[in-house]
Structures are given as structure tokens and as C-alpha cells.
């Protein structure tokens, strides 16, 4: 095991200093990846799901500032994880990393093509990159240490992840209607702290805002616009409502539907119809060596 980074929690920026770092004599080894038909290498199938995805996960310009501020002056970037090259910048020299056949063939033609990899193995050498990420994707993986370790063995300067903290994710409204969902992701996304002990150096782990039209259809991107959420195409973009049965979608459906007809949903969750932005479990994770 390594040793957990000693965090100060603060709610907006909380920083962390490391004091693993892998050794220099480590060879890397071939692992053992799961893949699908249409090589998803971790617990989603995007051959099955993935084809309604560009239309509810566009890029939020907002949220785009955050990463291009974790990223810097980096000029070459490596994306793991890639998927349609959201948040990707054509003012960088951008190297992209997607395992899915079906989200690398959505990725528009202004972007360069995916390589076929994994994030557990990527096919660079030492310090190729001035800086990498992975966004909503690092909880996917299947062994997100060993995916952070190569982003770092490949990377000269920060390596940004954008996820959720799983302490977190519970917090959102949705839990009350379909708790069977965001204790998924609970148990999907890795803790915070894991995170930058796999990477070690120093880090900061920082909240990012949600703004009330967020174009990057995640859940909690519609903490005001509930009835988002009732169309199943929304809910499909986002991963962890396939991992629940359609009881659990129709009891969801059911029962947002009543409050919101009856005025209990308003009642209690109102407030935030015109609340500018949401400050949930979004975050970006950042480390430098």
C-alpha cells in the first residue's frame, strides 16, 4: 500500500504534499485488461451505451477554465481517456488515449485521432508530455493506480484529473429518488486522497462550480433543471444509470414526476432553480512532481 498524502481540507482548494514516488528501477509490466467488443477497458461498455453521449456531454465553457488554469502553459497534453475529445484545446498539441472504438469515431474532424490504449499501459516513454489529464474517466479504469502511475511516468510537469469525491456524491438531491445511482458512483469514483498518493509529489484537490445551464450533462449538471433528468437519453449519458435495473429507472421516474407535479420537489429543492451555481462533488485533482 502507499502511503495516503496528508490532505488540509478545505472545502475550495485543499492541498496535499505526497511523500510516495515511484521508483526510478520500476519496469513496467504488461497488464491484464479487461476489454469489450468494442474495446472499453473498464466497468462501461460505450459500444452499448456510448452512442447518445455527444449530444448531452458537450463541453462547458466554464468548467474548460478551470482545466486550461490546472493545465497551465503546458503546450503538449495527453488526454487518457479521451472519449470524444471533450475540454481537448486545438491551442495545444494534444495526444489523445481512447480504448472505445465507438467514441473515438465520434470525435469531430477539427481533433486528431485516438490511439487504441489503455490507461494502464500507456505506449509513451519517460516524461513525454509537458502535462496530462483525464476528465470523468479515472473511475472507470480497472486499476486507477496503476493508470496514475503511467500518467505520471509519462509526464514532466501536472497531471489533472477532473472527477467527483465520493464523500460527496450523496450530498446531491437525487439521492432521494434514486439512491441506487449515486451509491454506485460512491463506490465507483476513488477517494481523493487515493488519488494524489498514486501520483505523490504535491497536489491540490479544488471544487469547480457548476453553473445552472451546464452544457456537460453529468448528473448534478442539472442540480436546477430536474426534469432534465426524466428524459432517459440525459440519464443514459451519464455512466452509473446503467448499472441499475429498470425498477430502478421507473421508481425514479415515478416519483420525480409526482413531486414535481405536486410541488414538493419545488418546495424543498426550489432554491436552486436560480441558483447561479452549484458547488457539489466536482473536482480537479492536481499534482506536479
Aim: aromatic residues 8%.
Amino acid at each position: 500500500m502507499y502511503p495516503h498524502a496528508p490532505l488540509h481540507l478545505d472545502r475550495h482548494n485543499r492541498q496535499c504534499a505526497g511523500p510516495f514516488t515511484a521508483p526510478a528501477h520500476e519496469a513496467r509490466q504488461d497488464r491484464m485488461t479487461t476489454r469489450t467488443q468494442d474495446g472499453s477497458a473498464g466497468d462501461v461498455d460505450y459500444g452499448a451505451i456510448g452512442s447518445g453521449c455527444s449530444s448531452f456531454r458537450r463541453p462547458d465553457e466554464r468548467i474548460a477554465r478551470f482545466i486550461a488554469q490546472a493545465l497551465g502553459d503546458s503546450r503538449t497534453v495527453l488526454n487518457v481517456g479521451a472519449g470524444t475529445g471533450s475540454y481537448e484545446s486545438t491551442g495545444r498539441t494534444v495526444t489523445a488515449i481512447e480504448p472505445s472504438e465507438s467514441l473515438r469515431a465520434q470525435r469531430p474532424a477539427r481533433l486528431a485521432r485516438a490511439i487504441d490504449a489503455v490507461a494502464e499501459d500507456l505506449p509513451f516513454a519517460d516524461g513525454e508530455f509537458d502535462a496530462a489529464m483525464t476528465l470523468f474517466s479515472v473511475h472507470q479504469w480497472s486499476d486507477a493506480r496503476a493508470g496514475l502511475r503511467e500518467m505520471r511516468r509519462v509526464t514532466r510537469g501536472p497531471v489533472v484529473i477532473l472527477t467527483c469525491d465520493p464523500t460527496l456524491v450523496r450530498d446531491f438531491w437525487l439521492y432521494r429518488y434514486a439512491p441506487e445511482v449515486l451509491d454506485t458512483e460512491a463506490r465507483r469514483y476513488p477517494p481523493v486522497e487515493q488519488l494524489t498518493a498514486a501520483l505523490g509529489g504535491t497536489g491540490t484537490i479544488q471544487t469547480v462550480p457548476i453553473p445552472l445551464d451546464c452544457t456537460d450533462g453529468f448528473n448534478e449538471a442539472y442540480y436546477g433543471r430536474p426534469e432534465m433528468l426524466l428524459d432517459s437519453a440525459a440519464r443514459q449519458a451519464c455512466s452509473a444509470w446503467s448499472f441499475v435495473d429498470d425498477r430502478v429507472r421507473e421508481h425514479f421516474d415515478e416519483t420525480l414526476r409526482h413531486d414535481l407535479n405536486s410541488g414538493a420537489w419545488n418546495a424543498e429543492f426550489g432554491h436552486l432553480r436560480g441558483q447561479p451555481t452549484y458547488e457539489g462533488s466536482l473536482v480537479i485533482v492536481r499534482a506536479t512532481p
